[in-house]
T-cell receptor, first 113, second 113 residues
Framework: QKEVEQNSGPLSVPEGAIASLNCTYS??????FFWYRQYSGKSPELIMS????GDKEDGRFTAQLNKASQYVSLLIRDSQPSDSATYLC?????????????FGTGTRLTIIP | EPEVTQTPSHQVTQMGQEVILRCVPI?????FYWYRQILGQKVEFLVS????????KSEIFDDQFSVERPDGSNFTLKIRSTKLEDSAMYFC???????????FGQGTRLTVV
């Protein structure tokens, strides 16, 4: 069973601080990694993708990938109240015929004004 | 900005009835997906569709489920005889290339009574 694990939270972070969200995955052949944001009652919204080891920055968001440790993280700098949501880690293997995203349960993030 | 659109946003149906959920993927995307999310649980893969055929399906996607691309724009999920446990949010997603970023529609909330 291929698993994606996240701390369910809630994670509370003061406004303006850095929020750090973590995810581990069990399938070593996984090659594509995504972070989605999901507001309550809404659909997942893609915020970051990362495919190779290291850091990838996009505005206030930085994704970090370490395939050897099977670990992917998301940093949110200068956290805003609008960042309060559940953050879903999703993993996609590269093997042919396997195209599904496997999601973690999500980490609920609350930004405290 | 292109987006995936789903209709209806909410559907209530009686147990045993058939429902069809509709999706219009992003126009230049080639891969289409259905996911579902039972309230309070993780997003789960149902089926992927490429080149007018199912490319992968999960164990949830049994004989009660079917998908179709009836024309060049629509992608549908049919549940033949709904059960109470089919109550969930159903999300359609599409991606341009296999195993890359998938964009989700706003979802259809299905309530089976």
């Amino acid at each position: 069973q291929k698993e994606v694990e996240q701390n369910s939270g809630p994670l509370s972070v003061p406004e303006g601080a850095i929020a750090s969200l973590n995810c581990t995955y069990s399938d070593r052949v996984s090659q594509s990694f995504f972070w989605y944001r999901q507001y309550s009652g809404k659909s997942p919204e893609l915020i970051m993708s990362i495919y190779s080891n290291g850091d990838k920055e996009d505005g206030r968001f930085t994704a970090q990938l370490n395939k050897a440790s099977q670990y992917v993280s998301l940093l949110i700098r200068d956290s805003q109240p609008s960042d309060s949501a559940t953050y879903l880690c999703a993993v996609n293997p590269e093997d042919f015929g396997n195209e599904k995203l496997t999601f973690g349960t999500g980490t609920r993030l609350t930004i405290i004004p | 900005e292109p987006e995936v659109t789903q209709t209806p946003s909410h559907q209530v149906t009686q147990m045993g009835q058939e429902v069809i959920l509709r999706c219009v993927p992003i126009s230049n995307h080639l891969y289409f997906y259905w996911y579902r999310q039972i309230l309070g649980q993780k997003v789960e893969f149902l089926v992927s569709f490429y080149n007018n055929e199912i490319s992968e399906k999960s164990e949830i996607f049994d004989d009660q489920f079917s998908v179709e691309r009836p024309d060049g724009s629509n992608f549908t999920l049919k549940i033949r005889s709904t059960k109470l446990e089919d109550s969930a949010m159903y999300f359609c997603a599409s991606s341009e290339v296999r195993n890359t970023e998938a964009f989700f529609g706003q979802g259809t909330r299905l309530t089976v009574v």
